[in-house]
């Protein structure tokens, strides 16, 4: 039987681009096997991929479309977290040998690992890039239930890669992973820090480097914005506020891959896949104007 043919994003309104020409590589990544409280993630690709048919392709700023948005097959999850993270690395190293910024949809924030692991390889020392993580939890556990490749230790082994983070948004962490933030005096903005305006000056310190990986948990938004998510915290990102942001860490750097993942879609809720798929939209845009 053959497999089944994974829709694109914008298919209804751009069709189904090339892959070779296009700027930009979606990448539907439906893992879910370390979710510790809702399920539902492994649904959250095809969710958003339905929803961006309801999107303008005018963003605001321009169409980020015009850049050329080409959607991958999804990822086969199936089997160990290895060999899924694996998979996952092949298909973003292909995106970036096509000349693409790869745009993953998750699944759960453990897919971000294949991502990163592809991206160190392809850029290597001579590039460096950090991570930017909107998220309400810091997912910087050692271990969490028995694994070390759970979605709650995703940004330990970001900084096992070697790579600089900086987080926006956390709200929700354990004694262990608020000290090791602490001994690494790792940057970030957390939630009652989030700004009520636009902020006039960088986020990033200028230290951080200009190439960064964008990751977007959909938990790091509020509730109220966002229910449709395993682990909901409240006093979490609004739209603007996220927007906001995006904008001012995105000024003056490069943005080399990033994801957006954790949306657990909740049947007769349209509202949530929309507004994932909007801010897998916005990150397009800030990708096609950099």
Do not use: K
Request: charged share 20%.
């Amino acid at each position: 039987m053959p497999a089944p043919v994974t829709p694109g994003f914008l298919e209804e309104e751009i069709g189904r681009p090339a892959a070779r020409g296009s700027r930009i590589h979606v990448i539907p990544a439906p893992f879910e096997a370390s979710v510790s409280y809702g399920g539902g993630t492994a649904c959250g690709p095809a969710a958003i991929l339905a929803a961006s048919n309801q999107l303008e392709l005018w963003d605001g700023h321009g169409v980020p479309a015009d850049a050329g948005i080409h959607t991958r097959p999804a990822i086969d999850c199936g089997g160990p977290a290895e060999a899924v993270l694996a998979r996952i690395e092949t298909a973003v190293a292909e995106a970036l040998d096509a000349g693409a910024v790869p745009v993953l949809l998750g699944g759960e924030h453990t897919v971000t690992l294949g991502a990163l692991a592809a991206l160190r390889r392809a850029l290597g020392p001579a590039e460096p890039f950090g991570v930017v993580q909107f998220d309400a939890h810091a997912d910087l556990r050692d271990a969490y239930q028995g694994s070390r490749l759970s979605h709650a230790c995703v940004m330990r082994r970001a900084l096992d890669l070697g790579l600089p983070l900086f987080q926006i948004g956390v709200r929700a962490l354990c004694r262990d992973e608020h000290d090791l933030r602490e001994a690494l005096a790792i940057g970030r903005m957390d939630g009652p820090d989030l700004p009520l305006a636009p902020p006039a000056a960088p986020v990033l310190p200028p230290d951080f480097p200009a190439r960064l990986y964008v990751t977007f948990d959909v938990d790091g938004l509020d509730p109220a914005l966002m229910p449709s998510t395993g682990t909901p915290v409240p006093g979490g990102l609004f739209w603007h506020q996220a927007m906001w942001l995006l904008d001012n860490v995105a000024r003056g750097r490069t943005i080399v891959g990033c994801d957006v993942v954790e949306l657990a879609p909740a049947p007769g809720q349209h509202g949530p896949d929309f507004t994932a798929a909007r801010l897998a939209y916005a990150l397009m845009g800030l990708i096609a104007r950099g």
